[in-house]
C-alpha cells in the first residue's frame, strides 16, 4: 500500500455530517480525505487521477442510481466503496456486479469504514505489477507482479482461485477472516451458510504450502471465526 501520506481519499457525498464523520478518522491514519459534491463533480475536476480510492455516498436505493456506479467505472479503475442509507441486499449485490468493490451502510461505525478502505488499499496494491509487491513471509515468498508463488526457494502451482484466495489472505495478514469475507472477495456474493468449497480451497491451499493441519505455520483456523494467515516464522 502507498505510504500513508500519499493515500487521497475522495468522498463523493452532500452530506457535510459524512465528512466529519470520517475525517478523524482517516487523519488518524495520515489519508488526505478530499469532497466532491456529486459523481459529476468528482470526474471533472479529475479526482479519479488523483485519488487511490472512492467513497461514493448513493443514498437510497434508487435503481436510476445504478448508471452513477457504471459512470464512475468508466473513468476509475482503483477500489470503489457504495455507502446507502439502508441495507438492500439485492441492490448490494447488483452494485457489486457493476464495479462496486464493497457497499456499507452509512450508518456504519467510522473505524468499520476505514478498516474496509485500509483493507481495499492492501489488496490493490498487492495486485499491481512492479515495485513493492513481492511479500515474503518466512520461507514462503508470493510475487504479485509475477504471479508467482515460491517456498523455501520452490515454485508453488496454484490454480488461479487458490492464488485469489491466497492474496486474500495476504492482503488481510495478521486479521482474522471469516468464510464470508472470502466468499465476497472470490464471487462478490454473500455466503449462503451451505458451500464448502471455501473448506475445499483452504485445505488445498494448505497441501501446497505444506501446512499441517494440526500445526500450521502459514494458514490457522480460528474456531468460530475463519482463517489467520502468519508469517510462518513461528
Known amino acids: 500500500m502507498p505510504q500513508n501520506k500519499f493515500v487521497k481519499v475522495t468522498l463523493i457525498s452532500r452530506e ?43 443514498g437510497t436505493s434508487d435503481y436510476e442510481k445504478v448508471a452513477e456506479i457504471c459512470q464512475i467505472r468508466l473513468r476509475f479503475q482503483g477500489p470503489l466503496i457504495i455507502l446507502m442509507s439502508e441495507d438492500n441486499p439485492d441492490f448490494n449485490l447488483l452494485a457489486l456486479e457493476l464495479g462496486a468493490d464493497d457497499c456499507l451502510c452509512r450508518s456504519a461505525p467510522g473505524q468499520l469504514i476505514t478498516a474496509k478502505v485500509m483493507s481495499l488499499l492492501r489488496r ?35 490454480t488461479t482461485i487458490e492464488y485469489d484466495l491466497l492474496c486474500f489472505l495476504v492482503c488481510n495478514m495478521g486479521s482474522v ?58
Request: with cysteine; hydrophobic share 35%.
Open 177 to 234: 477472516v471469516s468464510r464470508d469475507d472470502i466468499h465476497q472477495a472470490l464471487y462478490h456474493a454473500e455466503y449462503d451458510g451451505l458451500n464448502r468449497s471455501i473448506d475445499l480451497y483452504i485445505s488445498r491451499l494448505r497441501k501446497k504450502l505444506g501446512d499441517d493441519p494440526v500445526a500450521p505455520r502459514f494458514l490457522k483456523t480460528v474456531r468460530g471465526a475463519g482463517y489467520l494467515l502468519v508469517d510462518g516464522m513461528h
Open 124 to 158: 490493490e496494491q498487492l495486485s499491481r505489477p512492479g515495485k513493492g509487491s513481492r511479500v515474503v513471509l518466512g520461507k514462503l515468498v508470493v510475487d504479485t507482479g509475477y504471479r508467482e508463488v515460491r517456498l523455501a526457494g520452490k515454485p508453488v502451482e496454484l
Open 16 to 58: 457535510d455530517g459524512l465528512l466529519l464523520k470520517l475525517k478523524k478518522f482517516f487523519q488518524d491514519k495520515g489519508y488526505c480525505l478530499e469532497l466532491a459534491q456529486t459523481w459529476k463533480d468528482a470526474l471533472e475536476t479529475f479526482y479519479e487521477e488523483e485519488s487511490n480510492l472512492i467513497i461514493y455516498d448513493l
